[in-house]
């Protein structure tokens, strides 16, 4: 149990030393513009995301065009959204369709939605073409769609609606090179697992401050590629609830960032590491980047795509990658423990330590050579630095641990050989 407790301590000043530093780099400021309708202006949801990116130490502006209703066909004509989209060079632009009109038959979404989507992403990139459009997947009603469901069956329950609308905003993603912002897909989680938190308005329809702060949540994450664990919230909103709000919200983005954004031109920075004695082997898995800037945390750095580097001292290392565009820039760290491992030195980089598959989807095996004499404590954890599982081995050259009760996203297996790390390395798990 005391090694247990020191391995947390220390996850939790690494993660300390990575917020602080996110926090130096988030200096410049965001600007962000919401076209949308009542389901934005209800409790006022850009100004719930600017206080919330605030309190995590970013500085947005924002403005919005949101009449009551409003669809993505009448916001095309619509004078005053059009010269709010010709306001300034904004940096991301959210598009919310009326609540209906994405659920709809994907015949009918075929003509009265997505054409009009395209012309506004339209309108979004002649005004600057490093503008991000951000589609806002918004959540089914609390019953289902009582007006439409005769019409269309699908439409009769809440999981009906919310899968047409999921599909039909992914869809917009896909069609128009753009980024998508989950809201419903957490809304859908809170639901399911958090049934007491209410995320409705008395109407079933519009959201009430907790849904709203969950829509923050998730713009948070989705803008930044940050957790909003920690951040501020509304009066009105519990702090329990306001933690799993936090929680779900990143969770649903950063689990399945590519899912949601591998559509658009919003880089995400990410990587995993292979440490051998002080030398480290860098394995970038960034997608929607060109170019990459690494910062070993040790006055070195490297323009390289997967670089390999060695360290002359021991010590903690904080490494950060940043992964660019023409337009954007995205920033992820990892905190590195290089230790005097002359115990260990024979090791190779092929033959010391195998973690596979990557992706795992029932079980994950984890292998050594036979110079491990030995136990070996694995401890695996989330996207949000959470430990979801310590195991030690038991000389065994091969544990296998099965990932069947784990949800799908990104976690970070660090293996310890006599209280050192031996292998640092991310894996994703998919269903």
């Keep these: 149990m005391g090694f247990l407790f020191q391995q947390i301590m220390k996850t939790t000043l690494r993660l300390l030393i990575i917020v602080c530093l996110f926090n130096k780099l988030s200096a410049q400021t965001t600007s962000v513009l919401f076209i949308g309708n009542s389901y934005t202006y209800v409790n006022n949801l850009p100004q719930t995301f600017h206080d919330l990116a605030l309190s995590k130490g970013d500085s947005v502006i924002f403005d919005s065009s949101a009449p009551g209703g409003y669809t993505f066909m009448q916001h095309s004509a619509y004078a005053p959204t059009i010269a709010k989209i010709n306001l300034r060079q904004w940096d991301y632009v959210v598009l919310q369709e009326q609540s209906q ?17 395209t012309r506004l992403d339209s309108l979004i990139l002649a005004n600057d073409s490093c503008t991000e459009t951000v589609f806002h997947m918004t959540w089914g009603r609390e019953n289902g769609d009582s007006t439409n469901c005769a019409s269309y069956p699908p439409l009769c329950t809440y999981n009906g609606m919310q899968e047409r609308l999921r599909e039909s905003y992914l869809q917009m993603s896909l069609d128009n090179h753009a980024t998508c912002s989950p809201v419903g897909a957490a809304w859908k989680h809170v639901r399911d697992n958090y049934p007491a938190i209410v995320l409705y308005n008395a109407d079933q329809s519009h959201p009430s401050v907790n849904g709203t702060y969950l829509a923050a949540c998730v713009f948070y994450a989705s803008l930044f590629h940050k957790t909003p664990i920690g951040g501020s919230f509304p009066a009105g909103v519990p702090s329990a609830d306001a933690l799993v709000l936090q929680t779900i919200g990143g969770a649903t983005v950063l689990d399945s960032i590519s899912l949601w954004q591998s559509t658009g031109d919003i880089p995400n920075a990410a990587f995993n590491s292979t440490i051998n004695g002080s030398s480290v082997q860098f394995n970038n898995t960034s997608f929607n980047a060109t170019t990459y800037n690494w910062d070993f945390g040790d006055v070195s ?37 290089i230790s005097n491992l002359t115990d260990v030195s024979s090791f190779t980089k092929n033959n010391f330590i195998s973690i596979y598959p990557n992706p795992a989807k029932d079980i994950l095996s984890i292998e050594t050579n036979n110079k491990v004499v030995g136990a070996i404590q694995i401890c695996i954890y989330n996207s949000i630095g959470q430990l979801i599982i310590t195991k030690l081995s038991s000389n065994e050259n091969k544990i296998q641990i099965d990932v069947n009760g784990f949800n799908n996203g990104l976690y970070n297996i660090i293996l310890y050989y006599e209280e050192k790390i031996i292998a640092n390395q991310k894996v994703v798990i998919e269903k």
């Design 101 to 117: 009109m994405p659920s709809f038959p994907p015949a009918q979404v075929a003509t009265d939605t997505y054409p009009y989507a």
């Design 301 to 337: 750095n490297s323009s390289q795509t997967n670089p390999s580097h060695t360290y002359s001292s021991t010590g903690q290392y904080v490494v950060s990658l940043t992964a660019s565009t023409n337009c954007k820039s995205m920033v992820t760290f990892d905190t590195l423990q």
